[in-house]
């Protein structure tokens, strides 16, 4: 009996072969420059490595959250027909997109938090990171707010509903749905960029990776590991964002 | 209901450079006290604004409208509470997307109206079984069919006790069996005694429902009448002409 061509099981195969050509490809690469690898010196540091993800998860997260409000609230005020309240957010939205996130932290944590006193590296590390990331999710509210037709509202107006209960049961759960594949990508550049709090001295992953790294002179046990844990993050992010978007096409109608 | 339209206006400021139109221009109506009304016309003639204005939608730059004795109100508050008391349904996109069926039918009764879920609940059973769409309660608005669609929307305004219903060619979206279902059910309503403003292009079924029929163009009623009079020997040959071409499409 001859089998089935089965393209789910192809592109699993697909997949496979193509991570195990990279990681040979990589790890050949290595060898090449470095012939001797120090891992029981790495092992050693375990901990560390463990701390400094658990610290990055934690930040994302956190940062995610208010990142996400951020978005929500400056979405609305892009939308505004009040020329002011369009502009702060404009304003906002521009700068933030226009300058790197390093400078961002910098002036936030040497400028901002001083001059308002505010100690804790960890919680600026956070607002900078929210502020930094709730710009881009501006934007992506505001195009998922965009595509709510007007007869959804025509509708909404129609059965009584008030303006507050027509943003909150008809637009913003619709909304939500067409941009949820969009944050869910959003997650992985945030979980990324957490890694430059390294520079205000947070103990995150990457910090945590520069550490032992300066203890061990092992350069390359100490930064792949670091590659396979921010992957352990994304790689599923960046799947539950493609499965969503598929998910959610069909009842688009 | 009694409705009485007086000098009505209806203007659209410009915008992108396009100039300032004049939709509704003084418009004039006085009916009879009467169950179901039709407006008929030529596209663009004003209809569906004028059906705006009467299911508190939109508010009129001039002008009043009076149902049964009440003149419709202007303000923002005053106008939510009118459009509680009656039921819109436009010619597509009436259900939210992301509700089932049922939850189309239980969120203004919960939302608006007040009533807990199972009492909500309660209220839509006997509605779904006797239009026949129990059986689609619980599908997305893609998963039903155009005109099962329409007919969830009327269900939707009628299960909240409205006074009277606004209908914008409920059918014109709909292939022709499936328009067929939909006016099935706006005729049952009809006998049932609810109270309606249509506007349609199907003429016969406007002559079935209709206790009077007004003919909307250029933002103004060019001619009014019972049903059994109003296609007789029409004085505007505008009318006559419509008339006439849509008789033979009917
Ligand atoms: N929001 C609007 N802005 C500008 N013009 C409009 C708007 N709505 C309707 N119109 C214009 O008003 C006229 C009447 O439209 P409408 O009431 O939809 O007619 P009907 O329903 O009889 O086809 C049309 O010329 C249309 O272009
Ligand atoms: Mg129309």
Not at chain 1, 52 to 80: D, E, K, P, Q, Y
Not at chain 2, 154 to 161: D, F, Q, S, T, Y
Not at chain 2, 223 to 230: V, W
Request: aromatic share 8%; proline share 4%; with cysteine.
């Amino acid at each position: 009996m001859a089998r089935r061509y089965n393209p789910a099981m192809a592109r699993w195969l697909a997949h496979l072969v193509v991570i195990t050509l990279f990681v040979a490809g990589i790890a050949a690469a290595c060898t090449r420059v470095h012939p001797d690898w120090n891992w029981s010196g790495i092992w050693d540091y375990r901990q560390k490595f463990v701390q400094g993800w658990v610290t990055t998860v934690g930040i994302s997260l956190a940062a995610l959250v208010f990142a996400m409000l951020v978005g929500l609230v400056v979405a609305v005020m892009l939308r505004s027909r009040m020329a002011l309240v369009e502009a702060v957010g404009r304003v906002y939205v521009e700068a933030i997109r226009g300058t790197p996130l390093l400078v961002q932290l910098l002036i936030g944590f040497y400028v901002v938090a001083s001059a308002v006193g505010l100690e804790n590296r960890y919680v600026v590390g956070v607002l900078v990171l929210a502020l930094f990331a709730g710009a881009y999710m501006a934007e992506i509210f505001r195009g998922g707010l965009d595509a709510i037709p007007a007869a959804q509202l025509d509708s909404a107006r129609a059965i009584g509903l008030t303006p507050a209960q027509a943003f909150r049961l008809v637009v913003l759960p619709q909304a939500v749905r067409i941009v949820l594949p969009s944050i869910a990508g959003q997650l992985v550049s945030l979980i990324k960029d957490s890694s430059l709090l390294s520079v205000i001295a947070i103990s995150e992953f990457t910090l945590a990776a520069q550490e032992v790294n300066a203890f061990t002179f092992s350069t390359l046990e100490s930064y792949l590991p670091l590659a396979a844990g921010y992957l352990l993050l994304t790689l599923p992010l960046a799947t539950l964002s493609r499965w969503l978007e598929r998910r959610f096409r069909y009842e688009a109608a | 209901m009694r409705l009485v339209i007086h000098a009505l206006a209806r203007r659209f400021a410009g915008r992108d450079g396009r100039p300032a139109t004049t939709v509704l221009d003084g418009l004039e109506l006085t009916t009879g006290d009467i169950a179901a009304l039709v407006l008929v016309g030529p596209s663009g003639g004003g209809k569906s604004t004028l059906l705006r204005v009467l299911a508190g939608l939109d508010v009129p730059e001039a002008g009043s409208v009076a149902f049964d004795g009440a003149t419709l109100p202007r303000d923002a508050a005053g106008l939510r509470a009118y459009r509680r008391t009656v039921g819109t349904v436009f010619q597509a996109f009436n259900l939210f997307p992301h509700l089932t069926a049922l939850e189309n039918l239980l969120l203004p009764l919960v939302h608006v109206h007040g009533l807990d879920r199972t009492a909500a609940l309660e209220r839509v059973r006997g509605p779904l079984d006797r239009f026949g769409l129990t059986a689609h309660a619980h599908k997305r608005p893609a998963e039903l069919s155009g005109g099962q669609k329409q007919r969830i929307a009327i269900l939707r305004a009628l299960v909240v006790r409205p006074r009277r219903l606004f209908l914008d060619e409920p059918t014109s979206a709909l292939d022709p069996e499936m328009t067929g279902e939909v006016l099935e059910m706006i005729a049952e309503l009809r006998v049932a005694g609810t109270q309606f403003v249509l506007v349609t292009h199907e003429m016969a079924f406007a002559r079935r429902v209709a206790d009077e029929i007004a003919f909307v163009a250029d933002g103004r009623i060019l001619a009014h009448g019972a049903t059994a009079t109003f296609f007789d020997d029409q004085a505007d040959p505008r009318v006559r002409r419509f008339l006439e071409t849509s008789q033979h499409h009917a």
